[in-house]
């Protein structure tokens, strides 16, 4: 099982950068795959990124795509380098785990883009 908590969440301007992080425990944290979603208000949760096991195969949805990278290090932490922030990317974004028959979410974090 694996707890996840998330950090780095805030206000920003437009154009700002801000990093999120994401820290598992558990000692099988390689073995799931890393995602970050995203719900603004009066919204669904949305798909933004996700990265596998290994690091090296990473999605994105469009609307982040060439603004924000995933990454992951060997330290049971994925983070969210999101760049040139719009206000449209305003939500609380959550992080997830997933393995087949396992699905973990963290308890998501407030970004905040003023215009």
């Known amino acids: 099982q694996l707890r996840l908590v998330e950090s780095g969440g805030g206000l920003a301007q437009a154009g700002d950068s801000l990093r999120l992080s994401c820290a598992a425990s558990g000692r099988t944290f390689n073995m799931y795959a890393m995602g970050w979603f995203r719900q603004a208000p009066g919204k669904e949760r949305e798909f933004v990124a996700v990265i596998n096991g290994t690091g090296r195969n990473t999605v994105y949805a469009d609307a982040v795509k060439g603004r924000f990278t995933i990454s992951r290090d060997n330290a049971n932490t994925v983070y969210l380098q999101m760049d040139s922030l719009k206000p449209e990317d305003t939500a609380v974004y959550y992080c997830?785990?997933?393995?087949?028959?396992?699905?973990?979410w963290g308890q998501g974090t407030q970004v905040t883009v003023s215009s």
């Open positions: 997830n785990a997933n393995r087949v028959g396992n699905d973990y």
